[in-house]
């Protein structure tokens, strides 16, 4: 089946930990998305990445990181210095600009 | 004022109701659009995408007026299965498909 994976689904996160959460997608897309949705908002975008070894910071990349080695994969890291990381994260990705982006499941991540 | 705007609701209807929701937007460079449906604690779905002629799939039929500058979703005879969260996203005209997105209206249709 085609479409885009994420991992874990559920997520918990100590004090002064770096996670990451993982992002692969089958669909041959150039471009990849990953946004935090918090309780009742819209979906902000964290960072993005167009093409293989080039990402874009988005909205509220402050306290993340990313890495585009390869096409298929965008792993999200979420590093202590964020410390309001409580949310669900989305992974996208879609064929070109003007297309729509197709989303993974998300992974909910919270702080123990 | 935002990006993108969404009356957040919820709209409880009916089953067998006709609802629409608009959805507003700030930049008239805006080139594309869509309407996703997002289920409680799930990911958002695309539902359609909106042209400049409309577009229409079974019960939805969606409208884009660029001199007002929103796009609008009509559901007809609404099911219960249609109780979600509709976010509306447009994506500009820069070098990248960035899609700004709507905070969602919540429908409710009851029996």
């Known amino acids: 089946d085609g479409g885009i994976t994420q991992s874990p689904k559920y997520l918990f996160r100590k004090e002064g930990q770096n996670v990451t959460l993982s992002c692969e997608q089958n669909?041959?897309?150039?471009?990849m998305y990953w946004y935090r949705q918090d309780p009742g908002q819209g979906l902000r975008l964290i960072y993005y990445s167009q093409i293989v070894n080039d990402f874009q910071k988005g909205d509220i990349a402050e306290g993340y990181s990313v890495s585009r080695e390869k096409k298929e994969s965008f792993p999200l890291t979420v590093t202590s210095a964020q410390k309001n990381p409580t949310a669900f994260y989305l992974c996208a990705s879609s064929p070109k600009r003007g297309d729509p982006q197709y989303f993974g499941a998300g992974t909910r991540l919270s702080v123990l | 004022r935002k990006e993108v705007e969404q009356d957040p609701g919820p709209f409880n209807v009916p089953e067998g109701a006709t609802v629409a929701f608009n959805c507003t937007y700030s930049n008239s460079a805006s080139q594309s659009f869509f309407w996703y449906r997002q289920d409680c604690r799930k990911e958002p779905k695309l539902l359609m995408s909106?042209?400049?002629s409309g577009n229409e799939d079974g019960r939805f039929t969606a409208q884009l007026n660029r001199a007002s500058q929103y796009i609008s979703l009509l559901i007809r005879d609404s099911k219960l299965s249609d109780s979600a969260t509709y976010l509306c996203g447009n994506a500009g005209a820069g070098g990248y498909n960035k899609l700004i997105f709507g905070a969602g209206t919540r429908l409710a249709v009851h029996p």
């Open positions: 669909l041959n897309h150039d471009a």
């Open positions: 909106v042209y400049s």
